[in-house]
């Protein structure tokens, strides 16, 4: 029987990460020819087991080309949709298919209708953290670390709507300083509680550290101000994707870093740059959407061949089209 608290049959229950259950994994793994992908945000032994890790983009992209069978996307549904709508003749599968994402749900492929109605001139720009529906519907997706490249590419006296978050979209209205630019109000609720009064006390705390700010977050623009202000050297505020953070830590010579982003991140970040001391901004920032892909679940997906991600054929071809149309702009970027 399941357990009520989690939905996971009790046979896997209580799985530890030990060795002997990474053995398992990658037994089961190559016996399905599987390819294993987790996100930045998942738990250590997770993305530790993984055959790749980084953003889902940049996982959509790698699952696109590699050989395999069957991708195991270890992050949330709507990645896996990506990397369907990305590789529609490979078999996709997610740990736990109820491992959503509050900033994809913040907009639904019925809001985005009745938005462009009011604007149907305009040209969308979806932030791929959108489901597959939604992105079927966008003219351009984006990257957080292509947004302003994409939005800059597009005419400047066409009205863009730019979803759904509207930090990011805030961060590329103050780049590119276009006027005719809706922005939708919608926000990863995990980012959105990082908030200024928290980066600028840990900022004081911690002045010769470099900061890492996800344009997720909403200490984004404080982050800014800081610099603006003097109170924090203009060159230790970054701005960066997920993938961004992890070129930046191999090259920053700091000896600290205040990241602000989902805690998952400082895993990749530490082993990227052993040497450098990470740490969160918010330590409470854990999205317990990501860490629903827990080992038991892995394990139960792999022995099962459970949950399976299914794009309609027709709504797959035109999202794939608005991703190809930002790659065509010439640069893809890493990822959220």
């Given at each position: 029987?399941?357990?009520?608290?989690?939905?996971?049959?009790?046979?896997?229950g209580?799985?530890?990460?030990?060795?002997?259950?990474?053995?398992?994994?990658?037994?089961?793994?190559?016996?399905?020819?599987a390819v294993?992908?987790?996100?930045?945000y998942?738990?250590?032994?997770?993305?530790?087991?993984?055959?790749h890790?980084?953003?889902?983009?940049?996982?959509?992209?790698?699952?696109a080309?590699v050989?395999a069978?069957?991708?195991?996307?270890?992050?949330?549904?709507?990645?896996?949709?990506?990397?369907?709508?990305l590789?529609p003749?490979?078999r996709v599968?997610?740990?736990?298919?109820r491992?959503?994402?509050s900033?994809?749900?913040?907009?639904?492929?019925?809001?985005?209708?009745?938005?462009?109605?009011e604007?149907?001139?305009a040209?969308?720009v979806?932030?791929?953290?959108t489901?597959?529906?939604?992105?079927?519907?966008?003219?351009?997706?984006?990257?957080?670390?292509?947004?302003v490249?994409?939005?800059a590419?597009?005419?400047p006296?066409?009205?863009?709507?730019?979803?759904?978050?509207?930090?990011?979209?805030?961060?590329?209205?103050?780049?590119?300083?276009?006027?005719?630019?809706q922005?939708?109000?919608?926000?990863?609720?995990?980012?959105?509680?990082?908030?200024?009064?928290?980066?600028?006390?840990q900022?004081?705390s911690?002045?010769?550290?470099?900061?890492?700010?996800?344009?997720?977050?909403?200490?984004?623009t404080?982050?800014?101000?800081?610099?603006?202000?003097?109170?924090?050297?203009?060159?230790?505020?970054?701005?960066?994707?997920t993938?961004?953070?992890?070129?930046?830590?191999?090259?920053t010579k700091?000896?600290?870093?205040?990241?602000?982003?989902?805690?998952?991140?400082?895993h990749?970040?530490?082993?990227?740059?052993?040497?450098v001391?990470?740490?969160?901004?918010n330590?409470?920032?854990?999205?317990?959407?990501m860490?629903?892909i827990t080992?038991?679940a892995?394990?139960?997906?792999?022995t099962?061949?459970?949950?399976?991600?299914?794009?309609?054929?027709?709504v797959?071809?035109?999202?794939?089209?608005?991703?190809?149309?930002m790659?065509?702009?010439?640069n893809?970027?890493?990822g959220?």
């Open positions: 029987m399941p357990d009520p608290r989690t939905g996971i049959p009790a046979a896997y209580g799985v530890e990460p030990t060795q002997e259950w990474a053995d398992e994994i990658k037994r089961l793994a190559e016996a399905r020819n294993i992908l987790a996100h930045n998942q738990l250590p032994p997770i993305q530790d087991i993984a055959d890790v980084g953003d889902s983009l940049a996982l959509s992209r790698i699952a080309e050989e069978d069957e991708i195991i996307f270890c992050g949330v549904h709507f990645m896996a949709e990506t990397a369907k709508i590789s003749d490979k599968l997610i740990p736990d298919e491992a959503g994402c900033l994809a749900d913040s907009i639904t492929a019925d809001d985005l209708r009745a938005w462009k109605a604007f149907p001139d040209m969308v979806s932030y791929v953290n489901t597959a529906e939604v992105k079927g519907l966008t003219d351009i997706c984006c990257t957080s670390s292509n947004a490249d994409v939005v590419s597009i005419d006296d066409t009205e863009v709507l730019f979803l759904p978050d509207q930090f990011l979209g805030a961060h590329v209205k103050r780049e590119t300083g276009r006027d005719n630019i922005i939708w109000a919608g926000e990863c609720h995990v980012h959105a509680g990082i908030n200024g009064d928290e980066l600028t006390a900022s004081d911690h002045p010769d550290a470099d900061l890492f700010i996800h344009p997720e977050c909403g200490c984004a404080s982050a800014l101000y800081l610099a603006g202000e003097g109170a924090v050297p203009e060159d230790r505020v970054k701005i960066l994707s993938g961004g953070m992890i070129d930046a830590a191999r090259e700091a000896s600290q870093v205040l990241v602000a982003t989902e805690v998952g991140m400082l990749q970040l530490r082993k990227a740059a052993p040497d001391d990470f740490q969160p901004v330590s409470r920032a854990a999205c317990p959407y860490k629903m080992p038991a892995l394990l139960r997906c792999l099962e061949g459970r949950d399976e991600v299914h794009v309609a054929p027709d797959a071809e035109r999202a794939r089209l608005s991703v190809q149309r790659i065509a702009i010439g893809p970027g890493g959220e």
